[in-house]
């Protein structure tokens, strides 16, 4: 048998109108954005379906968005009896992928990545914060330049996406300052990113505290299949350990990259991308151009998947 792995997208992904056909032609889907409207007290299925935008990308929108349609696309392919060996998700996907895997429950990620949204939001004051991606640097490099542009604020390696890809959050003109640093150092790309607020830097200690308190009165099970977590690129299984690897992840950055070598490096042979676009296939392709990630998120997407499954 393949061993396969899904991939859960995380924020960025947003666009209005996603996962359209799964609730127009498939009724699980439909009674999920159901149950997201009541647990949340808010109309998310028409702010998904029909915006505006501006209301989506909203922090404390956009992650309760993301995760409802990407388990829209995970019942779908569960219905047709895909499941997988092992689940991974970037940043907020990473809630996607452990109710996928049985440790939460639908009702208490939503309305949990709801607050962790807000509370990401409310960490750092608008406009203090920013985050830059940095392209065809290494990444032992970006880290030395963040400790030469720290100058006593915060800038550090936030998403360590692909090789050709990191990005860094911080003190806005921490990021300013090495962005600057980065070019002169040779990177291709110094990328400015229209977010609004610094995730996963020492920033978000706030956010951290807020939403471990939250996660304390949840009750979490042990997973179906195992996770490999942001925090340590680590398998997980246990509760405890994937509610662990959920609060430790706001401050400190996504290990993606190692989280796909994990991936290879237990078997997983085929990925696919559960949710909205394709963001996740793109940097697995730049990780190890010898897998393939197939991506699912649209009933138009499953031709392509069956067919590609079927050979």
Known sequence: MTVTSFLFPGQGSQVVGMARTLVENFAPARDLFAEADDALGFGLTQLVLEGPLETLTLTENTQPAILT??????????????????????????????????G????????????????????????????????????????????????GEVVSVANENSPDQTVIAGDRAAVERAGELARAAGAKRVVMLPVSAPFHCAMMTPAQDRLAADLETLDFSDLRVPLVNNVDAAIV???????????????????????????????????????????????????????????????????????????
Not at 77 to 96: C, Q, T
Not at 291 to 305: A, I
């Open 104 to 151: 939460l429950t639908f009702a208490d990620a939503l309305r949990t990545v709801r607050n962790r949204g807000r509370y990401m939001q409310e960490a750092v004051p608008a406009g203090k914060g920013a985050m830059a991606a940095i392209l065809k640097l290494p990444i032992d490099r970006i880290e030395s330049i963040c400790q030469q542009a720290a100058q």
């Open 237 to 311: 299984q246990e509760a405890t350990e994937v509610k662990a690897g959920l609060v430790e992840q706001v401050p400190n950055r996504v290990r993606w990259v190692e989280s796909m070598f994990r991936l290879v490096d237990e078997g997983v042979e085929q990925f696919i991308e559960v949710g909205p676009g394709a963001v996740l296939s793109g940097l697995l392709r730049n990780i190890d151009p010898a897998r393939k990630c197939l991506k699912f998120g649209e009933l138009t997407d499953w031709e392509k998947v069956r067919g590609e499954l079927s050979r």
């Open 69 to 102: 349609a990407s388990l829209a696309a995970y019942r779908f392919l569960e219905a047709e009896g895909l499941k997988p060996d092992f689940v991974a998700g970037h940043s907020l996907g990473e809630y996607s992928a452990v109710v996928a895997a049985g």
